[in-house]
């Protein structure tokens, strides 16, 4: 499964193009915060545009990592990374 991060302090935002190319795509107003990750036309556009894609205060990046994992995505200032899923108690 390919999953697009923000691997920058800032946060995840796609740029003009990228929201256009999107949009002509999908139909669907591309709004960052709402994006889903492992959207493959995301993940392709982020890979065809390569820096292009990266919005104001972002760099990003296609992440590869097995299908069967449970994961969300972390950060830390807007630097973010994929996690696995664990079940916590307490």
């Given at each position: 499964?390919?999953i697009v991060?923000?691997?920058?302090?800032?946060?995840?935002?796609?740029?003009?193009?990228?929201?256009?190319?999107?949009?002509?795509?999908?139909?669907?107003?591309?709004?960052?915060?709402?994006?889903?990750?492992?959207?493959?036309?995301?993940?392709?556009?982020?890979?065809?545009?390569?820096?292009?894609?990266?919005?104001?205060?972002?760099?990003?990046k296609v992440?590869?990592?097995?299908?069967?994992?449970?994961?969300?995505?972390?950060?830390?200032?807007?630097?973010?990374?994929?996690?696995?899923?664990?079940?916590?108690?307490?």
């Amino acid at each position: 499964m390919k999953i697009v991060i923000n691997t920058c302090f800032g946060g995840f935002n796609i740029s003009k193009e990228a929201k256009v190319l999107y949009e002509t795509i999908t139909s669907i107003e591309a709004i960052s915060h709402e994006m889903q990750r492992d959207d493959p036309v995301l993940v392709k556009i982020v890979e065809d545009l390569g820096a292009e894609a990266n919005g104001g205060y972002a760099k990003l990046k296609v992440v590869e990592i097995p299908d069967d994992v449970d994961w969300f995505i972390d950060a830390y200032d807007g630097k973010e990374w994929v996690a696995e899923k664990h079940r916590t108690w307490s």
